[in-house]
C-alpha cells in the first residue's frame, strides 16, 4: 500500500504542472490545448508500444475497448472542457470550489469498494480535508472577485459545466480503479499507454472538425502566436503529466483502496499551488498556508486510518 501511496504522490506531482499551462500559454483556447496536449500523449504512447502493439492489440477484448473509450472521453477531453468553461463562465473560485470537492466524492461514491474503509472510519480526515478546500476558495474568492459583467444566467452554466467536470472525474477515478483491479491481463503501464492512444485519436478528430470549421468561417490565425513553443509545452505535459503521471496513477489505484485514491488526489491540488507561487513569485497569504497543512494533515490522518485497518488485518 505504501508504494502506492508514494506512485499516487508523485502523479499529483506531474498533473499539477497542468494548472499552469494556461499561463504559459494565453494566447491558445482551452480546446487548442487539449487538443495540443492529447495529440502529443497518442503520438508518445504509439512510440513507446510500437514493438508490442500489435500483440496488445490483438489481446484486448471488448470490454477493455470500451473502457478506454469512456475513460478517455470523461478523464480527459470532456472533464477538461466543462473545466475550462467552468471557469470561463463562472469564475475561478466557484468552479475550484466544485472541483475541489473531488476527494470527497469519490471517497463517498466508492465507500462500499472492496477494501474500503466505512464513512465513520473517515470522518474527521475527511473533516480537516474539506477545511482546507474551504480555505483555498474562501481566499480565492476574497482575490479573484469572479467574471465582471457575466450574467446571472452564464454564471449558473458555468457552476453546470462545473459540477459536470467533477462528476466526470469522479466516475473516471472509480472506473479506472475497478478496472485495473479486475482485469490483470492488462498491466498498468500497458493501459496509460492504451488510454493515451485512444485520446490521441479523439483530440485529432476534435483538431481535425475544429480546423475545418475554422476554414469554413474564414477565420486566420494571429500572427503573434507562438506556434513552436505551443508544441513544446503540449510535448512536455504529455510526457510528463499524461505518460508518467497516468503511468503512476495506474500503479497506485492498483495498490491502494479507492478510498484512499479519492484522498491522493488532493497531492495535485497541493502541487498545483506550489508551481503557482513559483511560477507568480511570491509567498502563500495566510489562508492558502492554512489550507496547505489542513490538506496534508487529511491526506496523513487518512492514510494513517488505511495503514492501521492494514495492519489489524494482517494480525
Known sequence: MWRGIVCGLLAGAFWGAVFIVPVLLPDFSPIELMVGRYLCYGALAAGLMLPRLLPLLRRLRRDDWLAMLRQALAGNIVYYLLLAHGVKLAGVAPTSLIIGLLPLSVTLFGHKDHGALPLRRLAWPLLVVALGIACINFDIFSHEGGVDGASLAHKLLGVLCAIGALACWTWYALDNARFLKRHAHVSAVEWAMLYG?????IALV???VMLALQQASGAEDAPARDWPWYWLVCLLLALGASV??????????RLVPVTLSGQLILSET???????????????????????????????????RHAQVEREGRT
Open 244 to 253: 508518467i503521471g497516468n503511468y503512476l496513477w495506474n500503479l497506485a489505484s
Open 206 to 208: 476534435v483538431g481535425a
Open 197 to 201: 492512444l485512444v485520446s490521441g485519436v
Open 270 to 304: 497541493l502541487f498545483a499551488l506550489l508551481y503557482g507561487f513559483v511560477y507568480a513569485r511570491r509567498m502563500p497569504r495566510p489562508l492558502e498556508w492554512a489550507a496547505m497543512v489542513l490538506l496534508t494533515a487529511g491526506v496523513l490522518w487518512s492514510v494513517q
